[in-house]
Structure formats: C-alpha cells, structure tokens
C-alpha cells in the first residue's frame, strides 16, 4: 500500500448487534511532513508539473484510492 494511505478500523461495541464495520482508509498528503520548504528539491519539468498540480515530486500526491483486492466471489472488499 502508498505509504500517504491509513487504515483504521472503527469501534464497535461488543454488545452491537450489527455486523462489523469495514476498515476505513484516509490519505494523508505529502505537505504534512514537510515543515519548510528545503532547498534544492527535486522538480518536474513544467509540462509535468502542470500535469501533476506541483512543481516538486515530493509534494506530489495522486489522490486516488488504492484498489483493493477482489474475493472469489467477485465482489471488492
């Protein structure tokens, strides 16, 4: 897994009657880590970095789910 992804599992009761719930998963963004910006930080060339939305490939983040995986009977979980 993308080391910007987390997992946790929410609470629940022992006395809940309902089904456990599924792990959640959250990402946390790159600029979170980086207090100031560093000298001499790695950079897309422009046409890249427009594509991407940043300039430094540190800072980079694709902001989408990670697939998961498919039981055997074909359903994601």
């Known amino acids: ?6 997992v946790y599992t929410p609470y629940r009761s022992p006395f809940d009657p ?3 719930l599924e792990p959640k998963m ?6 979170q880590f980086i207090v100031y ?4 930080l790695r950079q897309f060339s422009p046409r ?3 594509r991407r939305g940043t300039l430094w490939p540190d800072l980079y983040s694709p902001y989408e789910r990670p697939r998961r995986e498919r039981s055997k009977d074909g359903d994601e979980s």
Not at 1 to 6: L, S
Not at 26 to 31: A, E, F, K, T
């Open 26 to 31: 959250y990402i946390v963004p790159p600029n």
């Open 1 to 6: 897994m993308d080391r910007q992804w987390r």
């Open 48 to 50: 890249e970095a427009l």
């Open 37 to 40: 910006q560093p000298k001499n």
């Open 18 to 20: 309902c089904p456990p």
